[in-house]
Every structure is written in structure tokens, then in C-alpha cells.
T-cell receptor
Framework: KAGVTQTPRYLIKTRGQQVTLSCSPISGHRSVSWYQQTPGQGLQFLFEYFSETQRNKGNFPGRFSGRQFSNSRSEMNVSTLELGDSALYLC??????????????FGEGSRLTVL | LAKTTQPISMDSYEGQEVNITCSHNNIATNDYITWYQQFPSQGPRFIIQGYKTKVTNEVASLFIPADRKSSTLSLPRVSLSDTAVYYCLVGDAIRGYGQNFVFGPGTRLSVLP
């Protein structure tokens, strides 16, 4: 079956702009979580959605937001971009239900460059 | 959330067995231990998960002592393609909630010919 799909794969923005990234989870997966990866900070958790509700949130400013649709697809938005937002943004999906292994399936990421 | 500590980097040669140890002194009763592998510019990939004792699959083994304050990922007979960053995560995976696993800096494994 198809894996986790993230779009776009690469994008370039300038400071002050906003960006929306999309993630299509594996069919049947109801949990989608987002991560930011930078060389200096490593992989950092942004937030997790389950059945259209944000279930957990990491320590990121309010400029970072997300949502999940009824088909489990998720989007994340970053407003008022800063240079430090340049990173690889990873989406992961999982069943998100009790009695599962909790294995996260990651997409290949969206690489954002802010100029 | 349990914090994990791993070696920053390790070197090995092809054909050797590699053991990467992760410390997680504050692991909670419901926490599982999961290891992921990441290649450059790709998302992490699940390797193995366990709760206690030993777990083995087709690519690795995971050893967890009785106190669960550490775990060791064992990769048998590594090859050049095993060069990657390996992350140890601790979290309440089975409940399916709070999947905000805390990824530490990981261990950068370099396999040399």
C-alpha cells in the first residue's frame, strides 16, 4: 500500500511569508504527527492530530499550526516565516489506536528554505 | 517523557556486529522503547520495538534489562548501507496517545569497508 506522502518536497520562501505543507497518511491511519528537523536541533515534535483533533503539541510558537481533515490528511502552516524556520519538515502517520505497536511511518519530508 | 542518552557517533567495519546503547533512566511503566534508522534527506524508518527482555526481528535485536533503564540495539554483520543515524525513543506507544516521542540527537553510525 502507498506510504506517507508529503507535498511539496522542496520549497523556497522569503521572510514574512507563510507556507502550507500537506501530508497524506497511510490509508487507515488516523494519527498524523509533524516534526521539524534541523542540523542544530535535530528532530523536534511539533504536534499530533488524531481524528481531526490536536492531541499533543510541542514547544513551538503559535506561528506553527496544523489541522487534520476527515480523511485523515493533514496540513501544517507556518506564518510570518523566519530564517530559522528553514528545515526539513517530516510527517508521520500511525494507527493511533490502543493495542497497536505505535510504529510511526514517516514521509520523505518537505524541505523548506527561507531566504 | 523519558529523556534518552545515546553515543553521538560510532564507527564499525563491514561484517562486524554493532551494539548501540541508549540510557533512559526515567522510563515510565507504560513506556515502550523504539528504535528508528534515518538516512540523509529521508524520514526515519522503524527498526524494532520492545518493552522488556529481548526482541528480535529480521534486521536487529533489542536487549532490555530488567530495570529497563537502558536498552541496546544490536545490528548483526553490518554493511556499508547501514551507515545512518539511529534514534532511540521512549514513549507510551501502545496506548496510541501522546505520540510525541522525543527524538534525541541519535547515534551516527559509520560503517567502513
Amino acid at each position: 500500500k502507498a506510504g506517507v506522502t508529503q507535498t511539496p518536497r522542496y520549497l523556497i520562501k522569503t521572510r514574512g511569508q507563510q507556507v502550507t505543507l500537506s501530508c497524506s497518511p497511510i490509508s487507515g491511519h488516523r494519527s498524523v504527527s509533524w516534526y521539524q528537523q534541523t542540523p542544530g536541533q535535530g528532530l523536534q515534535f511539533l504536534f499530533e492530530y488524531f481524528s481531526e483533533t490536536q492531541r499533543n503539541k510541542g514547544n513551538f510558537p503559535g506561528r506553527f499550526s496544523g489541522r487534520q481533515f476527515s480523511n485523515s490528511r493533514s496540513e501544517m502552516n507556518v506564518s510570518t516565516l523566519e530564517l530559522g524556520d528553514s528545515a526539513l519538515y517530516l510527517c508521520a502517520s500511525s494507527l493511533g489506536l490502543d493495542r497497536n505497536t505505535g510504529e510511526l511511518f514517516f514521509g520523505e519530508g518537505s524541505r523548506l528554505t527561507v531566504l | 517523557l523519558a529523556k534518552t542518552t545515546q553515543p553521538i557517533s560510532m564507527d564499525s567495519y563491514e561484517g562486524q556486529e554493532v551494539n548501540i546503547t541508549c540510557s533512559h533512566n526515567n522510563i515510565a511503566t507504560n513506556d515502550y522503547i523504539t528504535w528508528y534508522q534515518q538516512f540523509p534527506s529521508q524520514g526515519p524508518r522503524f527498526i524494532i520495538q520492545g518493552y522488556k527482555t529481548k526482541v528480535t526481528n529480521e534486521v536487529a535485536s533489542l536487549f532490555i534489562p530488567a530495570d529497563r533503564k537502558s536498552s541496546t540495539l544490536s545490528l548483526p554483520r553490518v554493511s556499508l548501507s547501514d551507515t545512518a543515524v539511529y534514534y532511540c525513543l521512549v514513549g507510551d506507544a501502545i496506548r496510541g496517545y501522546g505520540q510525541n516521542f522525543v527524538f534525541g540527537p541519535g547515534t551516527r553510525l559509520s560503517v567502513l569497508p
